[in-house]
């Protein structure tokens, strides 16, 4: 799959660069003694990736991480097309969500109507927290099962030289002309989403934030000793 990967390119590329917050509180990237005087250091990369194979052609992949941002989080985001001739407008785009940490989760974001007359919508969930559904399960570290595999001869988990190699051809280029300082990144405030452009960087391949604002839910509270847990027909 990597070798059908194209290098990537200055356009599919955005940079930041964390300032003070905005109270003044945090201090930036650049107010550190030991960084250089108009350093060029990203802090924050998004890149966007495509595999051109029949499966994937035309499938944007966006990549993001950074430094001092809002939120701590590791999480797979696929986003759904909107539909051709909806009845409702302005609605979010229904979406799945792997969520790696903090509190590992898989849960599905999709639009609904509100029961009754009105015609409201609201985002609504099929939720799966492995903090709740495993209570009583003990989940490892990751680097717990590497370890294992390690010990154990599993290579599975463990990146072949040859996927190594390919994955190297993807991004060297792009490596290559950021350490030429040809890109300039953008400031963004500390314990902000990231740069300025972000939202108009992932639009340009099609990904959108819906105007409804989507509030994590809240789970069930724990059976008590005298409760009878709900069966799965309830």
Known sequence: MLRFIPPITKTDVLLGQYGKSEDGKEPGYLDDD????????????????????????????????????????TEIRIQFKDVAGNLFSSLSRNEIVIRVQPGEAVYVKMMNKEPGLGMKT??????LSYSSRFSDSVIPEAYESLILDALN??????????????????????????????????SYAYGSRGPKGEGEFV??????????EYVWPQQSATVGKDQKAPTKDN
């Open 153 to 186: 001869g599993d290579r599975s988990n463990f990146v072949r030289d040859d996927e190594l190699d390919a994955a190297w051809k993807i991004f060297t280029p792009i490596l290559n002309t950021i350490d030429a300082g040809e890109i300039d990144p953008v």
């Open 122 to 127: 609201i985002i609504s969930d099929l939720d």
């Open 203 to 212: 639009a340009k391949y099609g990904y959108t934030r819906g105007e409804q």
């Open 34 to 73: 030991t960084v250089p005087k108009g350093s060029k250091t990203p802090t924050y990369a998004a890149a966007t990736l495509f595999i051109n194979n029949e499966r994937w052609a035309g499938v944007p992949f966006v990549l993001k991480c950074g430094k001092a941002l809002n939120q701590q989080k």
